[in-house]
Nanobody, 124 residues
């Protein structure tokens, strides 16, 4: 099953972007967004459990980013507000058919499906 991520782009600092993740008409149990910059490891951003809607965020994005699910569209969205230059990265959507507890959501190796990545650039 292929995941597709949409919505990347370039925005000035303080601006907003919305990313979406879709999975070929089906849904998974756990979704997450990760990001990566050149030379660095992939970093957890936010995650959500589809059934309960429970969420988890990296400290660096708390209060600025919101992850949500759209049951009708079968998508998971990441609303990013108050963007900073340090948010610049390639953002990846990940999903897994298993329901992870919130403590496990940030663990990238647990996800068996990944999207192609979408570039987010925040200019100062």
């Amino acid at each position: 099953v292929q995941l597709q991520a949409f919505g990347g782009g370039t925005v000035q600092a303080g601006g907003s972007l919305r990313l979406s993740c879709a999975a070929s008409g089906r849904t998974f149990s756990t979704y997450a967004w990760f990001r990566q910059t050149p030379g660095k490891e992939r970093e957890f951003v936010a995650g959500i459990r589809w059934s309960m809607g429970s969420t988890r965020y990296a400290d660096s994005v708390k209060g600025r980013f919101t992850i949500s699910r759209d049951r009708a569209e079968k998508t998971v969205n990441l609303q990013m507000n108050s963007l900073k230059p340090e948010d610049t990265a390639v953002y990846y959507c990940a999903a897994d058919s298993r329901t992870w507890n919130t403590g496990s959501i940030p663990r990238a190796h647990l996800y068996d499906s990944w999207g192609q990545g979408t570039q987010v650039t925040v200019s100062s």
